[in-house]
């Protein structure tokens, strides 16, 4: 669907230079000369790359859709992870690339959005937030416990993480997915 550049916001999705870009940042500007022109920030979606791209407001560009499905994450084998189909029960195969670094987080079972763009899938969003178990974590030093500082912790998934001085091995605790970083103590 072509839109006008004006009308480009951020989260959009355009197809540019046969690549398909995520906006980022935008910024319409109007020089004291000449014609006004929308600033875009775009990373590429597949690759990651960024680009600052300047549209004329006048200029047309190609916004794609993208459709968004869940599947169930069923196992890895190698770099290559499973999933199925929620509604039809297909399997799909995806190398861990397309997850990033996300993927230690990953478990049988769970639930997975996929963005797909012509029934090729793009991107892998898991959930928000996972709660895993504390494996190893430096004991508390009496006396340290007053100050809100932070120690290293491995958790069962073998990604260390720092958490409050409070936090023992054996504690379940809730972990952000996309920063990799503690949330709070699972309840």
Not at 88 to 104: H, K, M, P, R, W
Not at 144 to 173: C, D, W
Request: charged content about 25%.
């Amino acid at each position: 669907m072509k839109i006008s550049a004006g009308d480009i916001r951020v989260g959009n999705v355009l197809e540019h230079n046969n690549k398909l870009w995520v906006v980022a940042k935008t910024q319409h500007v109007q020089p004291g000369k000449g014609g006004a022109f929308m600033q875009v920030e775009m990373k590429e979606l597949r690759g990651g790359q960024k680009m600052n791209e300047r549209f004329r407001t006048e200029d047309k560009v190609e916004k794609v859709f993208l459709e968004e499905k869940e599947f169930q994450f069923l196992y890895k084998d190698g770099d290559d992870l499973h999933f199925m189909d929620q509604e039809t029960f297909e399997q799909i195969q995806l190398n861990t690339d397309v997850v990033g670094d996300s993927v230690a987080f990953l478990e049988d079972g769970m639930t997975v959005n996929i963005c797909m763009y012509e029934n090729d899938p793009i991107s892998v969003s898991l959930p928000q937030t996972v709660v895993l178990e504390i494996v190893e974590a430096e004991p508390v030093v009496k006396g340290q416990t007053a100050a809100s500082s932070y120690k290293p912790a491995i958790l069962s998934n073998g990604v260390k993480i720092m958490v409050p001085q409070h936090i023992e091995a054996g504690t379940k605790v809730v972990v952000d997915t996309n920063t990799a970083s503690y949330v709070e103590r699972a309840k």
